[in-house]
Structure formats: C-alpha cells, structure tokens
C-alpha cells in the first residue's frame, strides 16, 4: 500500500511558475511508475506527466510539453512538478498517482493504469 500527498499548489498569475510536490510512504516507492493527472470542473482527469522508476523516461501530454518538467528523488520517495509559464487553461486539481504494475519500466498514460493516488492540490491561474 501507498499513500500520497502532494502539495505545493497555489494562486499564481499566468506566465508563472508553480513547483508541486508528491510526498510517497512505503518501501517499494522506486518501483512504481509516478504520474501527475490533473482535473479541472466539469472536466475528465487528464494526463500530464509520467516518469519511470529511473527516470530515465518521461513523457509529457502535448499541451505541457515544454513548459513543465517531472522529475524524483527515490531516496526521498518523491515525484515534483515543475511548471513554469503557466496559463490559464492549466487551472485544475492536480493528481499524484503511483502505477505498480509495470514496475516502473514502462509508462501509462491512462487513469486506470494507476493503482493510488493522492488527494490532489488546487492549481489556480489568474489571466
């Protein structure tokens, strides 16, 4: 079992940056693929980043590529988020989400391929 809390969300104008934070309990942490989804009101949860158990791979969904970056620390059992030049369109809760399936290896992006998740933290961008 896994429990995640993120944190680090927050009020910022658009064109600012924002570093969000997913804090992982349990041993196995570097085993698990980390993502972040983010959902917005009236709205599916969608996909935004994922990394592997290494690190060594990432992908980003189309519409932050480029201007947010995941990264983690397996000695820290954490996954962040940083996103910088923030816009209005990426105002949502934001998701930290553990797969455990694929060991890490490889990456989902869907919803269902994860198996925990966090409670989210509140992302807001002003125009």
């Known amino acids: 079992q896994v429990q995640l809390v993120e944190s680090g969300g927050g009020l910022v104008q658009a064109g600012g940056s924002l570093r969000l934070s997913c804090a992982a309990s349990g041993r196995a942490f570097s085993w698990y693929g980390m993502g972040w989804f983010r959902q917005a009101p009236g709205k599916e949860r969608e996909f935004v980043a994922a990394?592997?158990?290494?690190?060594?791979?990432?992908y980003y969904a189309d519409s932050v590529k480029g201007r947010f970056t995941i990264s983690r620390d397996n000695a820290r059992n954490t996954v962040t988020l940083q996103m910088n030049n923030l816009k209005p369109e990426d105002a949502a809760v934001y998701y930290c989400?553990?797969?455990?399936?694929?060991?890490?290896?490889?990456?989902?992006?869907?919803?269902?391929?994860?198996?925990?998740w966090g409670q989210g933290t509140q992302v807001t961008v002003s125009s």
């Open positions: 990394i592997s158990w290494s690190g060594g791979s990432t």
């Open positions: 989400a553990a797969d455990r399936r694929r060991f890490g290896v490889t990456i989902t992006l869907l919803v269902s391929g994860y198996d925990y």
